[in-house]
């Protein structure tokens, strides 16, 4: 902008606005606070004025004619006793008027929607509100409005790099801020909190107490690199930075707290746990870089929506250049938070140059074996911790299966799945290779909507009956990952759902098999548009029929993640397979060899085919057919009775 835009832009009123519905939410549970601890709140202010700082310095590298004094870049707190006021400032980027509206009055995050109606049901259901609205806050990062815990009323003056003037925003949080302008603002961002009177009992502290202040910043955002600088008392001597400025990932492991690992973990990931795991990495040499990592002990709320964002951000030599690396981390690892800091990248590099820079490829590559031994160690030694991480994001690992080839069997090793040996436990595929029996030599597994429904299908009996262990996948990830696999050290993935299963032991004989040919061509055809074969069943021991796909056939559950997806999925016949020791299959054949015409065997064909469907979980095309066919022959066997 020019700087003589001043006289050119008609000033704007004072304009009153009320903050979006969502936001309005969130700041009353801020003021109605949840935190047991409000020190909180001066985190959330130095984390956003760092990242001010981070964005500015990068700025002026990438921009040579952005105006901006650099020289200083910094964060002041200035406390006031008297007037009961602290001030955060900082000269970083600063925010347009349309900047401060859209970010400060808005929440723009996706899923804030769905966390906020999740937050709204918690806090309807009672008793463990409180703490349930402090975790669904915490996954959404509490930022700027905490300071509506420890102030009244907040004002923050601001004004972006590069911008001749400057916006005053002011509020009490309550639904209505107000923006100005302020042709005399500094660069950047200064935040004014009108204090509440301390309250001991309710964790509110004395924030107008330079002792207090300094002992908060000491501990929750001492790592910051930016200089956080206090006069003495607080407010006119010398200011002196506070905090010790060293970057985490650059000082020996042996020299960093966990405390101190917690909290940049809360920096960087807007989590407010603990993280689960921290992992360290440190290249010497050609390419030299160091990295800080965390797995989180919650899948973050985003997990699984369309644009979730990746945790890792890209420093170089100390300076920050971006948020959400994708270069550095595959997608199914998006959930790993922490800081990559390289050596001899340019500051200028963009995402799309980075995708192809040879030292950031072997970065990530190395980044992905270390995370996932990292798991993989935990899986060795600590279970419980591993059983933590593996039920809030083995589902977001399960799509390396698909997507990283080259890493397969180590995320194979780490994955675990239900099964029929434990109802409480998910097994290890390396666990389920040593407890099966002489003779097998297939993993059997099965996919389906629910382990109710899967233990419930027909298709188990045969394994059931001989022992053998079924992984029951119903994850719907599962449903894809399984036919990009083959096997797990040696042992065949095989789904008891599809193909044909050898499970020895007693053969049909001949007479057997001829004595069903009859009927098998008789129902190929009545129910042709519904199965492409009718055959006999090795897998079944007391149902009468079960339905089985051939392997690489889309299965019922992908029909239906097709059509939840809105798309009509490519109708697959089935292949229905017969009991030849079930009553009900050789009444059948009885019945056909003596009266093939008989116009009640067809409803009966019918509902063989039906019942095999319902009993697998699956969805009937026509129930209100297969209904009064049903109770047609229901009628017929009463007038029997
Ligand atoms: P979060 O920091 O979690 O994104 P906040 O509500 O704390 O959420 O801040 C919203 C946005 O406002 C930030 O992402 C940033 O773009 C902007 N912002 C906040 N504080 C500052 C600041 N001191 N300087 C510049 N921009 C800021």
């Not at 835009?5 to 969502?22: C, G, L, N, V």
């Not at 100005?180 to 200064?190: I, M």
């Not at 194979?412 to 434990?422: A, G, N, R």
Request: glycine share 6%; proline share 5%.
């Amino acid at each position: 902008m020019l700087p003589d835009d001043r006289e050119r832009t008609p000033a704007m009123p004072t304009e009153t606005i009320e903050f979006q519905a969502e936001a309005r939410q969130l700041l009353q549970l801020m003021i109605h606070s949840i935190y047991a601890t409000k020190d909180v709140f001066l985190r959330e202010l130095v984390s956003n004025s760092s990242d001010a700082l981070d964005k500015l310095r990068l700025a002026s590298f990438q921009d040579k004619d952005l105006d901006v004094d650099v020289s200083d870049l910094h964060i002041a707190l200035r406390l006031d006793r008297e007037a009961r006021t602290l001030t955060v400032r900082d000269n970083g980027i600063g925010m347009s008027r349309d900047e401060v509206v859209g970010l400060i009055g808005t929440i723009a995050r996706s899923g804030s929607a769905e966390m906020l109606g999740r937050l709204r049901q918690a806090r309807e259901s009672g008793a463990a509100s409180e703490e349930a609205s402090a975790e669904l806050i915490g996954q959404f990062g509490v930022g700027f409005y905490s300071s509506f815990m420890v102030a009244d009323r907040v004002e923050m003056v601001t004004r972006a790099a590069g911008s001749a003037t400057g916006v005053r925003w002011e509020s009490a949080g309550e639904g209505t801020y107000t923006v100005a302008d302020a042709p005399d603002a500094e660069q950047g961002t200064t935040i004014t909190l009108h204090l509440k009177p301390a309250d001991a009992e309710d964790g509110l502290h004395d924030y107008a107490d330079p002792h207090v202040v300094r002992g908060v910043v000491k501990r929750y955002s001492d790592f910051i690199t930016w200089p956080i600088r206090m006069a003495p008392d607080g407010g006119e001597g010398e200011p002196e930075a506070v905090n010790s400025r060293k970057a985490l990932w650059s000082r020996p492991q042996s020299d960093v707290s966990d405390e101190e690992y917690t909290e940049f973990y809360r920096h960087v990931s807007h989590d407010w746990r603990e993280p689960l795991e921290t992992i360290r990495l440190a290249a010497e040499g050609t390419f030299e870089y160091q990295a800080l990592l965390f797995l989180p002990a919650r899948a973050p709320m985003d997990l699984f929506l369309r644009d979730s964002r990746r945790g890792v951000q890209l420093y170089v030599k100390r300076v920050f250049v971006m948020d959400d690396c994708e270069a550095l981390v595959p997608e199914y690892l998006r959930f790993v938070k922490g800081v990559v800091d390289a050596a001899d990248l340019s500051l200028n590099v963009s995402r799309e140059i980075l995708q192809q820079d040879r030292q950031i490829q072997l970065i990530r590559r190395r980044l992905v074996k270390k995370v996932l031994a990292a798991i993989r160690t935990l899986l060795d030694t600590d279970p419980e911790r591993y059983a933590t991480f593996w039920s809030e994001l083995g589902r977001a690992v399960k799509e390396g299966l698909l997507s990283d080839h080259d890493n397969r069997q180590a995320i194979l090793e780490i994955c675990s799945f239900p099964s029929t040996h434990d109802v409480e436990r998910p097994t290890t595929l390396r666990d389920y290779v040593a407890r099966m029996p002489e003779g097998q030599d297939a993993a059997y597994y099965m996919t389906g909507a629910s382990r109710a429904a899967l233990e419930g299908s027909p298709h188990m009996e045969a394994f059931r009956a001989k022992g053998y262990e079924v992984l029951l996948l119903t994850d719907p990830v599962d449903e894809v990952w399984v036919d990009a696999v083959p096997d797990f050290n040696g042992k065949p993935l095989t789904s008891i759902a599809s193909g044909e299963v050898d499970l020895g032991g007693d053969e049909l004989d001949e007479e057997t098999r001829e004595g069903f040919e009859a009927l098998l061509a008789w129902l190929a055809t009545v129910l042709g548009d519904e199965v492409k074969e009718v055959r006999l069943s090795h897998r079944l021991t007391t149902s009468a029929a079960c339905l089985v796909g051939d392997p690489g056939d889309l299965t019922p559950t992908l029909e239906k993640m097709y059509r939840a997806m809105g798309q009509e999925p490519p109708k697959v016949k089935r292949i229905l397979e017969l009991n030849p020791r079930s009553p009900l299959v050789t009444g059948l054949r009885r019945a056909h060899a003596r009266r093939p015409d008989d116009p009640d065997l067809r409803g009966i064909a019918e509902l063989l085919h039906g019942t095999a469907l319902l009993a697998e979980g699956g969805e009937l095309a026509e129930p209100a057919a297969f209904a009064a066919t049903l109770a047609a022959q229901l009628e017929k066997a009463l007038s029997r009775v």
